[in-house]
């Protein structure tokens, strides 16, 4: 009984992480935004936290700098146990524009294992929460019938696939 | 006995990867020293093999916050190089967003602060105002944050008739807000309190360190790119370059609160003198040879690019110098002498922006101590012994 | 002169005003006309014999020309690298490509980025 | 275009035949050559006499067998870049750090991406570069290739 609480509890406030591994910083004001009144994905629960000890998701944006791989794989270590990353933009998915710079690896998935990409460049605040709500609804089948039945009445068109 | 402390790439203060190692004597910052790189991508020598058009795109990704200057600046220089003469219509929509980029750049300045002293009224109000200069952006150039309007000889969009009503009454609005920030800026004692007095920065200090920008301005530099060496419609505007003296971080405050209300004034004008015509001129792909520096003012000051073409259509070499890296030399000295709790806000005064900086030291006049830093690893290796023999 | 509490009045005003917040899946944000969304290839304009023109100007290498029937080679857009820039629409000489207004596209992996719309 | 012409004519008039290469390019902006042995004297003489107070940036480009390296100073609203030229086999100039301390990390920079040794400088350390850059590989010389692996 306890165990589903504790999954119940987690997939209702998961707590975010914010990390920049280098990227232009664009899409760091697009995830602020998101947690600013317009946006507020404080209604999931979705808290920024400021230490990785205290996060379930880690929000990563930036392509990887050879510098700051080692200090990513770190901070992804430091995190509890069931940790997920949720790439941030093209940069943090592929590299993006920066794919041939010589102090740049590419993608996150260099580094650190990725469970959910959101491409654009910044993708708009409600890019990024259909990005979360998405990756919660791979923990939760409620999520996911959520997305589901809102993109059958086509208030979210997101294709995609 | 000076303790060093690093404070790491990732802290909820800066939003992005800087390494501060700082060293105290109790509360007080007797020395700093910044380590960068964390946001170094190598863009100068991506930007030697790729075209010019593509370069507007690599240009504009330097610092997500202040992108249109870069385009702005980049796709000057290179209209300078080919001779070619930019339609005036393209000249006043290319200011307008420039205008509307540092509004939106402001307002996110102003919020950060608030938050980085605790007070988060300021920054839920004042990034709540900032989405309504987000839609006017995002209704002009089709994204919210990267502004991809510029291009070799113009502007790739035009502004509607709709779109112009919606600027206006969109501006109408920013005007009010801004002003009440402003007076929030200038008579909320929470803000005074941690704001006043804090990160000293005389004005001749300043001027030898080449302080640029608002955080200069707020030490009585009158030195602004958009009056001293006009660029784009910032001839047929009329504007005045906002000055204090207060020389601390209330007076940055002051100084992009009076920035806001008067890009909101010149956005206005633009609106109204809209010249008809062209938007753009036609560009050849290849570009002469030659080298010229193109000079703008980004939100955070001046913003300087030098371009080389040699004939065929990739630049020879491009080299950017972001504001921040000129304000890091006189933040570091502001912050010497400082508190540990103020190395937030003092550090925010400049609204660095590590994106664009991607390259800087500090000015590390080291009275003779030796004092030894510690890399990560042997952090991790003294504490590990630390504990050993503790336990053991 | 410095008072306390000088945002207490906005505050209580805004205790009647409608709320700022969208709530976002249930209430849509309108997207203006010409947002720069997923591109979309309109494969009767694509005359598959420009040897990617648009492919040339990308800026994130986005665009990879798959070969069709040896009758020339039409692009396919990895979404993942792509910054929706609009380059490719306007080098395009033919005007095959267009951003549509879609921008929700979180995916769980790479593969399903690769939009290949032929 | 009172401003460059005066700038112009009072370089001229203070070094003659030593400064070659004297061109405006348009409103504002001053090119000028220089020996390198007397990049010195040139920048105290700005500071001087023509009150300049403020370096914009130091720029070093690779040019084949020797590196160039611009100053570029704003005095009276007039961007002045200095030219001069060093030969690649040993790159070295002397800091400019004394007449102006805000040039300390522009010298920094060039010193790390081009391998332009700065001598007097007051605190060489590395840049830019990441810790496990190996020695002696300037990433922004023409010789340096990137090799792009398919990500």
């Known amino acids: 009984m306890l165990k589903n609480f504790v999954g119940w509890s987690r997939v209702k406030s998961p707590w975010v992480c914010h990390l920049n591994t280098g990227g232009c910083n664009g899409c760091d004001i697009e995830v602020l935004a998101a947690l600013m009144p317009r946006f507020d994905v404080e209604r999931f629960g979705i808290l920024l936290k400021g230490t990785p000890r205290h996060a379930d998701v880690l929000v990563c944006t930036g392509a990887i700098t050879r510098q700051m791989k080692d200090r990513a794989v770190r901070i992804y270590e430091q995190m509890p146990e069931p940790k997920f990353v949720i790439a941030v933009g093209s940069c943090a998915c592929s590299g993006g524009v920066f794919w041939d710079c010589y102090n740049v690896l590419g993608g996150i998935d260099k580094a650190i294992p990725v469970n959910a990409y959101v491409p654009g460049c910044p993708p708009r605040p409600d890019a990024i929460i259909h990005g979360v709500v998405k990756l919660l609804g791979a923990l939760d089948p409620r999520y996911a019938q959520l997305l589901e039945d809102l993109k059958r009445k086509g208030e979210i068109h997101a294709s995609g696939e | ?392 | 002169m410095t008072r306390i509490g000088s945002m207490f009045p906005e505050i209580w005003k805004h205790l009647f005003k409608k709320r700022a917040t969208v709530l976002y899946p249930f209430e849509r944000l309108n997207v203006p006309k010409d947002l720069r969304g997923k591109p979309i290839l309109d494969e009767q304009k694509c005359s598959l014999k420009c040897k990617g023109a648009c492919a040339i100007d990308c800026p994130a290498k986005a665009i990879v020309m798959e070969k069709v029937e040896e009758k020339g080679s039409r692009p396919v857009f990895l979404l993942d690298r792509c910054t929706f820039c609009g380059q490719c629409s306007e080098s395009c000489p033919f005007g095959a490509i267009k951003l549509s207004e879609e921008f929700e596209l979180a995916q769980y992996d790479r593969k399903s980025l690769v939009s290949k719309q032929w | 275009m009172p401003a460059e012409n005066e700038i112009q004519d009072k370089l001229k008039g203070a070094f003659g035949e030593r400064i070659s290469e004297l061109k405006t390019t348009r409103g504002r902006r001053v090119f000028v050559r220089v020996p390198p042995s007397l990049v010195k004297e040139v920048i105290s003489y700005l500071k001087q006499d023509l009150g300049m107070t403020h370096i914009t940036t130091i720029t070093a480009t690779d040019v084949g067998e020797e590196i160039e390296v611009l100053y570029h100073f704003l005095c009276r609203g007039v961007t002045v870049s200095l030219r001069t030229s060093v030969p690649k086999a040993n790159p070295a100039i002397d800091t400019i750090t004394p007449i102006i301390p805000g040039a300390v990390l522009y010298e920094r920079e060039i010193q790390d991406l081009l391998g332009l040794k700065v001598k007097g400088h007051p605190d060489p350390r590395r840049l830019v570069l990441p810790e496990d850059w190996p020695e002696g590989v300037y990433p922004l010389r023409k010789e340096y290739k990137v090799k792009v692996e398919e990500g």
């Not at chain 2, 900032?130 to 919210?144: F, H, K, P, Q, Y």
């Not at chain 2, 707020?218 to 000055?243: I, N, Q």
């Open chain 2, 1 to 392: 006995m000076s303790v060093s402390i690093p404070i790491g790439p990732q802290h909820p203060a800066l939003k992005e990867p800087v390494n501060l190692t700082v060293t105290l004597d109790g509360e007080k910052i007797v020395d700093i020293d910044m380590r960068l790189g964390y946001n170094h991508r190598g863009i100068e020598k991506g930007s030697e093999s790729r075209n010019y058009i593509q370069n507007i795109y690599l240009t504009e990704r330097i610092c997500g916050i202040c992108n249109v200057a870069h385009t702005t600046t980049f796709c000057q220089g290179v209209e300078e190089l080919l001779g070619l003469e930019v339609p005036k219509r393209g000249l006043f929509i290319r200011t307008l967003l420039c205008e509307l980029n540092r509004i939106h750049s402001h307002l996110l300045w102003l919020g950060v602060a608030g938050h980085e002293i605790g007070f988060d009224t300021l920054f839920m109000y004042s990034w709540r105002d900032r989405e309504i200069v987000m839609d006017l952006i995002e209704i002009v150039s089709g994204n919210r944050v990267n502004i991809a309007i510029n291009a070799i000889g113009g502007v790739r969009r035009d502004v509607s008739d709709d779109m112009r009503a919606q600027i206006l009454q969109g501006i109408s609005q920013l005007e009010a807000r801004s002003q009440y920030y402003l007076d929030v800026a200038s008579t909320e004692v929470t803000f005074l309190r941690r704001t006043e007095g804090v990160g000293k920065l005389p004005k001749e200090k300043a001027i030898e360190l080449c302080a640029v920008g608002p955080f200069a301005r707020a030490s009585g530099v009158e030195y602004d790119v958009r009056k001293d060496d006009p660029f784009a419609a910032y001839p047929y505007l009329d504007f005045k370059v906002r000055t204090s003296d207060r020389c601390d971080v209330l007076g940055t405050a002051i100084v992009r609160a009076l920035e806001i209300v008067e890009s909101c004034k010149m956005c206005r004008q633009v609106i109204e003198e809209l010249p008809a015509g062209e938007i753009k001129a036609k560009a050849p792909r290849k570009v002469p040879p030659g080298e010229v520096v193109s000079k703008t003012e980004a939100p955070r000051g001046e913003l300087i690019h030098y371009i080389r073409s040699n004939g065929t259509d990739r630049p020879e070499r491009l080299k950017v110098r972001a504001p921040t890296l000129a304000n890091i030399p006189s933040v570091l000295y502001s912050l010497r002498g400082g508190y540990i709790a103020d190395i937030p806000i003092v550090f925010a005064a400049i609204d660095p922006c590590m994106a664009c900086m991607d390259r800087v030291i500090l000015l590390d006049t080291d009275h003779g101590k030796t004092k030894r830093v510690m890399t990560w690893e042997e952090l991790r290796q003294h504490g590990m012994e630390w504990y050993a023999d503790r336990k053991g």
